[in-house]
């Protein structure tokens, strides 16, 4: 079975989509996914999250892309990473170390998440992906 | 055969640079390289694209960093990933998703782009890779 | 024997403190770990660097999250790095391109450093590795 590994770290609506899109992608494969969401990343899934902002690094086109995303009606990277969810074998785990640091409740999160773990147990699972990318 | 795949996401001076000198060594050492330009990174690949800047997380020190490239006179990326693919097996795709996204046409993209292809499509060749990167 | 490597690029805080906690983790784990600090990451293992900064991307949400850090009294990334290092198999080493191109030489950096080889040796290291990563 083929695995995909990802450590969602960033925030930013620009590297949430590729997460969104890979774990899609990988779990209309039929690949194995697990997605590790730490720092700014698990704050993305926090159910009073704010929409994500584009990283400053790309200015104006920054801002460009987002009325793009926004013109075509591209789904969210949560309606991608739900719909992956459905489609395939794809769990979803909150960092017990950045959940801790922020004060966080597993019902602070959406409902898309699958369980707390932390980084040992992560890595672990990790060690048999064939693709493993910190994002 | 070693293989290292590499998603170029970012756009930014300083993380194009890496994505030119880990292509141009993998190259060197006789690797498969197969890089899958997306998004900012795609966006760099253009015929017409304005030179990259550095990354405004690192405020003055980046000023510093971009004067200290164009003193010693560096390759740039592009340079880079065409000496790369003089010397090696280096094959460079365009993400589908971001090329229609921005309604992109292959005439639009430097000549080193090989092919346009999906996501479900790279990982298929991403998988067997040995070291996987998302830069 | 598992093997971690990552391609400590990033100098901000946020994307330090991931390298420090992996290692660790790993580390205790029992599993070898080699990193590669280059460009802001090796920056970050210069004596005299001052504290590094949150990423811009982040707003007011940064600045909550270095505050909370300092609260909570959470170790540095050096001292995560220095910790990883007495408990296990765990080796840094300075980009050989980085180091020439700033000037650096071997005693301004921290004494965690190993060793400083070139993009080919690490790539050479690497690609036996099970978990790849660029942070």
Same mark, same amino acid.
């Given at each position: 079975m083929t695995k995909l590994s990802i450590i969602m770290f960033s925030g930013?609506?620009?590297?949430?989509?590729?997460?969104?899109?890979?774990?899609?992608?990988a779990a209309g494969l039929g690949y194995d996914v697990e997605i590790f969401?730490? &720092?700014?990343?698990? !704050?993305?899934?926090? $159910?009073?999250?704010?929409?994500?902002?584009?990283?400053?690094?790309?200015?104006?086109i920054g801002e460009m892309f987002k009325k793009v995303m926004e013109e075509k009606n591209m789904?969210? &990277?949560?309606?991608? !990473?739900?719909?992956? $969810?459905?489609?395939?074998?794809?769990?979803?785990?909150?960092?017990?170390q950045t959940f801790d640091m922020m004060g966080l409740k597993k019902e602070d999160l959406v409902d898309i998440v699958d369980d707390v773990i932390g980084a040992m147990e992560y890595l672990e699972k990790s060690k048999e992906s064939d693709i493993t990318l910190f994002i």
């Open positions: 930013t609506a620009d590297k949430l989509m590729p997460v969104g899109v890979l774990a899609s992608a969401a730490t &720092f700014w990343g698990l !704050l993305a899934l926090k $159910k009073d999250s704010p929409p994500p902002e584009v990283s400053k690094d790309y200015g104006p789904p969210s &990277f949560l309606d991608m !990473l739900r719909e992956a $969810k459905e489609i395939g074998n794809v769990k979803i785990y909150a960092c017990a």
